[in-house]
């Protein structure tokens, strides 16, 4: 176990915005269905958007922090020469904003669960699949392409990608069998139908590009060169 | 600590080959290693540190071989390594950043990690800064940070890379001082193009030139390559054309040049006492 | 000015993961999107000016986001490379630098994008033997597409130094989703406006025609269109 020391630094070395940006977004997703309720929205339309700024908003976040933290770091090649210095390290940057993106998430679904505003047939801890796994896909994407492409631009514009193109190609797509189980806004897009094996995909394919991320963060000569300029 | 290196060769992926079959042994102690800009010293250095994985070849240090993830590893537990572009985090303090250096090494105790920082602050004379943001540290400041982060977990094999690149005549002379008394029993290598710093704290060094060994030995041993080849030459006219000037000094109406060549460069040149610097600059023309 | 554009041009435009992105990027359209077929069924595919309107409304629904995130990181460069202190000491002025940068950043990142627009109209326009199709393209570009890039290249040159990289990163995807991709009809937005940066009312303006009012989602089944019309629309919400 390491100590709170470490994880501090680690926490300081994410940075404020990593840390910051998933509670604005709780206070924001929040605030939009108080605010989507005042003004006399439609009931559906109401609980819609709250849900959708979960499913949809979280895993932005995560992707796009994901994809700056393996970037230019300029104690790289001081930490690869320290054992574990470099790899558990980023884990543990990334596990600390991944940590405070759940924990907000989680503060909102209960919000929404104790609220009556959740009406996805599945609820409780099954129901924390909603934002858990679009989020740690699009966070091992960034995490991925940014060891891959030794670029947080790169990086980053392949999570915006993938993000967006999931909207516009969510419902092009919503007859493709093999589509609909890597599909990561599936709770919003097409309810309850198959939405365990979707959640399974995700989670085992986040896992596996997870792998991969790491490495490549192994090469520590590919870490050294850095983004080609 | 002992190190020993053996055939070893490295082509980066392009083609480039900074090291080719370099066979070195390197004792306890305060080693010098020379070469110019781009003769594979960095390269070296890295592969020393379990950086970078040779193409071929073998490095053992300490008895433990680099080829494998154990011996990397047991390496890296010994090792305090400075290396050529020293990168800080500039919104931390010295204290805070030596803190989480100290932390990655494994150093779990607060309050031994604390006294350990304050001690090491002290040897490179920079507690009076310590609480300082990085940011606003200058370029000797930021070596000695560097040097500190080296030694935190009191290592047996301490590698730096160009320390004294960019200090002022006085950081270098403080840098060298510091990392000769640090000598004692462990292995210092000390990688470098300035020469002064090896004759001034190596008894020791080799030479690299284009990745290979193109000399191993002492600093005398260097010297004498320069032996009867080093010439002062004092005229009004051009610099002489054979042999390679070192330095050229205004005299009077003239100039007075020091010129390292075979055979005297000019009727009027007169045998000069060599130094480190015409001892390698000898070995370089050949 | 013009050193400054020629060298931040070469520099970008040689940059490995700027391709690689766009390759990527471009490859997912053309599986998913028609841009083989260029079918959007709102328009005459036989129509040069039309499937050159086409082309660039499925390329502009996601490019841009490659672009803009791509030349993010543009603007603090020379800081992070250190080279700031000796561009500062020459006789060049910074706003002569900074408009250089911006041009030639822009440009260069906008290249892919050009090379995947103009090699469909190129194709078009010599499988379908109307080399017009070509004219179309340019005016459709110039018209319709530069103007997005060149103010999205703003926003991404001044967003980093206003925000943090990280937070700005976030925001320009939410701007673009929100602001160019989502149905009007879901909530107040810059999307189907004269503000939007996908450059659809000079198509419809100069191009070609609004597209015919849909009777359903199904109508447009596979277009960028259609992909709004499709967006994860709220139940009973309805579609654009």
Redesign the interface.
Known sequence: M??V??WR?EAR?A????LL?PPVLAALIQLLAVFGASLGS?E??TR??PM?ALEMGVP??AG??AA?LPG??????????????YRP?LLRRLAVTLGCAALCALAVSVTLMASNWWTFPYGGAAGQLVWLAPALWLAVLGFCSAAA??????A???V??V???E????????DNTAYRALHL?AT??WGSDGWPLNRLVLLSTALLLAVVGWLLLGN??RV?RG??? | MRIDVSGLTKTYKGGARALDGLTLTVPTGMYGLLGSNGAGKTTFMRILAGLLRPTSGRVAIGGHDMATAEGRLAVQRTLGYLPQDLGVYPDLSARRFLDYIALLKGLHSRSARRRRIGELLEVVALSDVADRRLKGFSGGMLRRVGIAQALLADPRLLIVDEPTTGLDPEERIRFRTLLAQLAGDRTVLLSTHIVDDVAQTCRSLAVLAKGRLAFQGTVGDLVSHAYHRVWTVSTPGPAPVTGRVVSALPEGTGMRYRVVAAAPPDPRARPAEPTLEDGYLALMDG | MIATLRYEFAMQVRRPSLWIVYALVFAVLIVALPFGSLDLNDYEGSVGRQAMSVAAQILVSLLPIVYGCMLADRPSRDRVLRVDGILDATPSGRTARLIGKYAGVCAATAVPFAVAYFGRALLYAVVEGQPSALGWAALTFLASIVPGLVFLGALAFAGPLLLPPMVFRVLFVAYWFWGNLIPAAMMPTLSHTIFSATGEYVRYGIVAPPPRAASGPARRPCSTSCARSRLRSPPGCGSA
């Open positions: 390491k100590p020391d470490l630094h070395r940075g404020l915005p990593a940006g439609g559906e339309n819609w958007f959708s932005l976040l796009v922090v700056t230019r770091d300029p104690v790289a090649e001081l930490r690869l020469a320290i054992p574990h210095g390290s492409l030794r670029s947080t631009a790169a980053t514009s392949l915006a990608f993000w967006t193109g909207q516009i190609f969510g419902g092009a797509l919503a806004f919003t897009s520590a000569e050294l983004e080609p300029e």
